[in-house]
Nanobody, 127 residues
Framework: QLQLVESGGGLVQPGGSLRLSCAASGFTFDVYAIGWFRQAPGKEREAISCIKYYDSSTNYKDSVKGRFTISKNSVNNTIDLQMNSLEPEDTAVYYC????????????????????WGQGTQVTVSP
């Protein structure tokens, strides 16, 4: 069965850090773009960051630039999202997804560009 599994969510105080991981089961990331998204209650799902696996090019939502880092973890074969300086506004369910990695275009920062999704992991930032 082909699936994505997120892990690493939890409760953290403002200013704290979390590291999310996205693991692929039944396939490899090699030819894909991998995106991290989040959805807060009552809000639309939004893209946080993405990476094209074959060239490691990345893209970030403006509000997380300098705080979040997406990377390939070759030891664990995961795509990780390191989140620092977390704010209450970062509270959401975080999802990873895979989609087509274009050759001459950045990885897409919209959900419609991704067709396989994980089940999500909750991140709560609260005192």
């Amino acid at each position: 069965q082909l699936q994505l599994v997120e892990s690493g969510g939890g409760l953290v105080q403002p200013g704290g850090s979390l590291r999310l991981s996205c693991a692929a089961s039944g396939f490899t990331f090699d030819v894909y773009a991998i995106g991290w998204f989040r959805q807060a209650p009552g809000k639309e799902r939004e893209a946080i960051s993405c990476i094209k696996y074959y060239d490691s090019s990345t893209n970030y939502k403006d509000s997380v630039k300098g705080r979040f880092t997406i990377s390939k973890n070759s030891v664990n074969n995961t795509i990780d999202l390191q989140m620092n300086s977390l704010e209450p506004e970062d509270t959401a369910v975080y999802y990873c997804a895979t989609g087509r990695a274009g050759v001459r275009t950045p990885c897409m920062m919209i959900p419609i560009g991704y067709n396989r999704w994980g089940q999500g992991t909750q991140v709560t930032v609260s005192p």
